[in-house]
């Protein structure tokens, strides 16, 4: 098992910016990708931004150039920077941790952290 812990969330103007930061404990030796997704109210839950072992990093198109993703030191922490927040922005974040475990591949999630953006 994989445990996630949030947070950095809360309530910022539009153009402001903010840090979520993530940390992984438990069976973490086969994570092999990082990264976080969100969900708006009656929307599906979409990939954010994402960290591979090897720093690899993909971003949905409607957040390149404003939000960052990067792991920490010791590698079981990912941080999202969020620049230039906007209104749509809003929704809870939850942080995500894939994992290999023979053929099979399996997802992780923390509890979720609120972002809303006010305008």
Sequence with gaps: QVQLVESGGGLVQAGGSLRLSCAASGNIFSVF????????????????????????????????GRFTIS?????????????SLKPEDTAVYY??????MGSLEFDYWGQGTQLTVSS
């Design 95 to 100: 942080c995500n941790a894939k994992r290999h």
């Design 33 to 64: 990708a990082m990264g976080w997704y969100r969900q708006a109210p009656g929307e599906q839950r979409e990939l954010v931004a994402l960290i591979t072992r090897d720093d690899s990093t993909n971003y949905a198109d409607s957040v390149k």
């Design 71 to 83: 792991r920490g030191n010791a590698k079981n922490t990912v941080y999202l920077q969020m620049n």
